[in-house]
């Protein structure tokens, strides 16, 4: 694996660890869900095939194409250091609204594969939430290390996040990363269910800047992997997680969703829900990293 950085800072070896591949345990559901149970996350390989993933990128690398984004052909994902996009775009919440209901990015993130592995996980049938993370991150990106469930934790209290490869994720492409064991962060937990983000006076202290620091006080590792097309990580709304730095030489886009899925049964928190579903400020789609012009910055969620 490539160097891995997190925020400008290079994680050394001792820090580092790979996410434990439970692929196999898919036949073993009892044994697949205590793995979740008990270390907050599985990563099973290959979920989404990869003619639906590659079909999912081009389509939204084609629309970031189309606004002097992306590099022709799209499914490449190398950027072009340019953006049209405010010239060319009348509402960018309503055009990341558009990219996000794309119909074969929806097979992949809300299609019978996911379904059926969603299920398999929680136990019951599953559903998804409407609302989709859809992350193009850029060279120069990351996404800080944060908990989940301040933002989804309203509707079910069985929520997972299911976050999908849409591609090649190389390790300096700004992989996913876990943070081993913060699921029994009982300090951090405790710190993070006091956030609510529809409050002024809520603290917002869940996201850390300082990764590698937070790491080594920690005394644990942070764990990624090299991604394939179509590979999943499914974490709770107790671990933490973020994603390294996209250091990218070659400008490669990495492409990744990542939506919530829960019993079908469970009250649905309405903000995540319908065709122009409000989000986690009431903003939309607009509110998201996505809806900006890939040229400008962002580095937290
Ligand atoms: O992919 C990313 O940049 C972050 C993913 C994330 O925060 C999530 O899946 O909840």
Redesign the pocket.
Known sequence: MNQCVAQKTVVPDELLGQLVDSTTLLRQPTDLRARLAADGYVLLRGVVGPAEVQAAREEVFGRLAEVGEIRLPPGEGIATGESRRKELVDDLGEFWRDVSKGPALRHASHGPSMREVMSTLIGVPARAHDYI?L?P?RPGQ??RL?Y?RPFFARGSDRIY?A?LALGEVRGDE?P?MIIEGSNQFQDQIDAMQQVDYQSAQSPTAQVMSDTVEFVKSRASRLLTTEFGPGDLVVFDMLTL???LDNQSAAGRV?L?C?VRWQPATDPLDARYQGENPPGTTGAGYGELNGAKPLTEDWHT?
């Open positions: 993370f992350r991150g990351s996404t944060h989940d996040t976050w700004g996913l997680h973020g994603t990495r990744s990542d969620r």
